[in-house]
């Protein structure tokens, strides 16, 4: 017996921002197939009037819509928090892609594409974003000398003050402390932070660091925190490094 609408569980709930009813409705059915709950916006008054409502797993984010660019619903979504993006659009430029990754999408999917491709992504952005695939002995509090990151809530302090992280910026600083002392490279960084199947340039990698630099004070030239490894990657001072700073 097939179970009723009403009692069947719901399952992640997403935003499909997209003004053409050729995209939006044949995608919308695959994604109730795939066990989705989409919700489709086609304005940029829409999508940030249903964000304010009812806020989403997961939003799809096409750039050009009728009233606007589909970036400004991306700095409105980081303002508000870390609900994950995927962007979906005809621009499939480098430069695109850079600009969209440092407002804050989590990925990048280029027009035309397909169903199965974007409900791939989704489910490895909302498993990356949801924290699953951590080891079970992860250390739930690192501290590095008045840095402290709690892996648990994901809150980070210096000197006791609350440091306001955006998503990436957290992922990548709770990597480079986990293997304080080790240099991990670009590479790893791009496919732990971002996607494990990156390709492209690590620009967006730069430009995290050097907004996570700025909050934590950290002078480029001669870092306390965060030291670039040119050629290799990066690495985070231990807490020893630390005490005598």
Known sequence: ???????????????FVEDEEGISDPFCSALRRASFEPVVARTVAEAL??????PPDLVLLDLALPDGDGRDVAREIRKAGET??????????EADRVIGLEIGADDYVV??????????????????????????DLE?????????????????????????????????????????????SREQIMAEVWDPNWWG???????????????????????????TVRGVGLRCATAAELEGR
């Open 49 to 54: 009037e249903q964000l304010q409502s009812e």
């Open 84 to 93: 994950p993006i995927i962007m979906l659009t005809a621009r499939g430029t």
């Open 111 to 136: 027009k035309p594409f397909s169903s199965a491709e974007v409900i791939a992504r989704i489910r490895a952005v909302l498993r990356r974003s949801g924290g699953e695939g951590s080891p079970p």
């Open 1 to 15: 017996m097939a179970t009723p609408e009403a009692e069947r569980p719901r399952g992640p709930s997403i935003l």
């Open 201 to 227: 340039p690590t620009k967006t990698l730069d430009v995290h660091v050097s907004a996570l630099r700025r909050k934590l004070g950290d002078d480029p030239n001669d870092p306390r925190f965060l030291h």
């Open 140 to 184: 739930a509090r690192l501290e590095l000398g008045p840095l402290a990151v709690d892996q648990r809530s994901r809150r980070v302090t210096l000197a006791g003050e609350p440091l306001e992280l955006t998503r990436k910026e957290y992922d990548l600083l709770a990597l480079l402390a986990r293997n304080a002392g080790t240099v991990v």
